[in-house]
């Protein structure tokens, strides 16, 4: 039984799912339907547009309530949320640091920033996020604990962390990757960027590591133009994530006193303002996101050749982005279905090249990839707006 994959039933079953009346569909627009005029004027009027304000304060304690962690804090992108995380776990350079081969660039720049070397792991099929019980093995082989921290066996170096990301808001299977932490004594920070409204068993994605980070780029769930959180149960990393972010000045009426090698990543005001209407909004975006994802679901059931990407079964996602996947088979078919695509006015997008590709990344570490290779070749995302399905 050979089927061929028809690129046109595909177009055809994409676009019933989405709005007649409109020519062009972005991938992910952002809706600003709640009170985001009313927010962003008040900064105005009173003048609180920068780095001091109310609403900065609001949003931090609406994102640590609706996430269930004790301290969020507010930064300018989830590329800086990324970067102070691993300061806050204590990543030195020259460690090297787990990260997925198959993410955004911003998770192995993160790594860089610090002078820290990312170490590529491979993904899982089913999440799409880093394969815990494949690293595990890996681990076995090339790595060892002395005296209470990890070393690559191969390279020397200490090995700190362990960065899993939640791919376009899919959750990776936490519970064998704490287990995994615990054991090769590494810090785990999650890249939440992509899985604000996503839960592994229950408990919100980035309430899981020690420190986690989250965005609201603006093509994210949410958004506050640029930016982005630093999330952690830890009280005092808390307290510390605060003052980095912050140019590292004590509390002072008007002496300026630093204490520590600051960054200047808060987050103005004006931004906050509309993070707190997003968040507002967000229950509503992500139930829309679902009915979309389901109408999809539903729809692609029918076509040969490609499947559509469904939650794993111990995780409610938010579906930022929802996912196509070719067929092994079709992979040489990928760029002609996204050309098809642009032509009847749907925006779709492949899934990022490999970090191991990247010119300032082809000497790292890296474990066998192969499944993170073969889902890079046959990804493709398609239109995902909250809007699209109400
Ligand atoms: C969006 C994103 C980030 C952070 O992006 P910013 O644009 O800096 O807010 C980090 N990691 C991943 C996986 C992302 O998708």
Not at 91 to 103: F, G, S, W, Y
Not at 259 to 283: S, W
Request: proline share 5%; aromatic share 10%; with cysteine.
């Amino acid at each position: 039984m050979i089927s061929k994959l028809d690129l046109n039933a595909i177009v055809t079953t994409i676009k019933e799912c989405l709005p007649k009346e409109r020519d062009i569909i972005g991938l992910h627009e952002p809706v600003f339907t709640g009170n985001e005029w009313a927010y962003i004027k008040d900064c105005l009027d009173t003048g609180w547009v920068s780095s001091v304000g109310k609403y900065v304060e609001l949003f931090e304690k609406q994102l640590a309530d609706y996430t269930g962690v004790k301290h969020a804090v507010a930064v300018m992108n989830g590329t800086a949320a990324l970067h102070i995380a691993l300061i806050l776990v204590g990543v030195k350079p020259n460690d090297e640091v787990i990260v997925p081969d198959l993410t955004f660039v911003a998770t192995a720049n993160a790594v860089a920033y610090c002078s820290a070397i990312p170490h590529f792991a491979d993904s899982s099929e089913k999440t799409l996020g880093l394969d815990p019980y494949k690293l595990e093995e890996y681990l076995n082989d090339i790595a060892e604990v002395r005296y209470g921290e990890c070393f690559n066996k191969k390279t020397g170096r200490r090995i700190k962390a362990v960065v899993p990301m939640h791919t376009f808001g899919h959750p990776v299977d936490m519970d064998p990757l704490v287990e995994l932490a615990q054991r090769f004594k590494l810090e785990l920070v999650e890249d939440a960027a992509e899985s604000l409204g996503s839960y592994y068993k229950g408990r919100h994605t980035g309430n899981w590591g020690k420190v986690s980070a989250v965005s609201f780029n603006g093509n994210k769930t949410i958004t506050t133009g640029g930016g982005g959180a630093i999330l952690t149960n830890d009280e005092e990393i808390g307290k510390l994530a605060k003052h980095l972010t912050t140019t590292a000045k004590l509390p002072h009426k008007w002496a300026f006193n630093h204490d520590m090698i600051g960054y200047n990543y808060r987050l103005p005001n004006i931004n906050a303002a509309l993070g707190c209407a997003q968040l507002e909004q967000l229950p509503l975006f992500l139930k829309n996101k679902r009915a979309l994802a389901e109408k999809y679901r539903k729809a692609f059931s029918k076509i040969n050749g490609v499947k559509f990407f469904t939650e794993p079964e111990f995780a409610t996602s938010n579906y930022w982005l929802n996912v196509l996947i070719l067929n092994k088979e079709y992979a040489h078919e990928r760029d002609k279905l996204l050309e098809l695509t642009y032509t009847h006015g749907i925006q779709t997008r492949p899934v990022w090249i490999l970090m191991h590709k990247l010119p300032m990344y082809q000497t790292c570490p890296r474990m066998d990839v192969s499944m993170a290779e073969s889902l890079e070749a046959r990804i493709i995302n398609i239109p995902s707006s909250p809007f699209l399905c109400r």
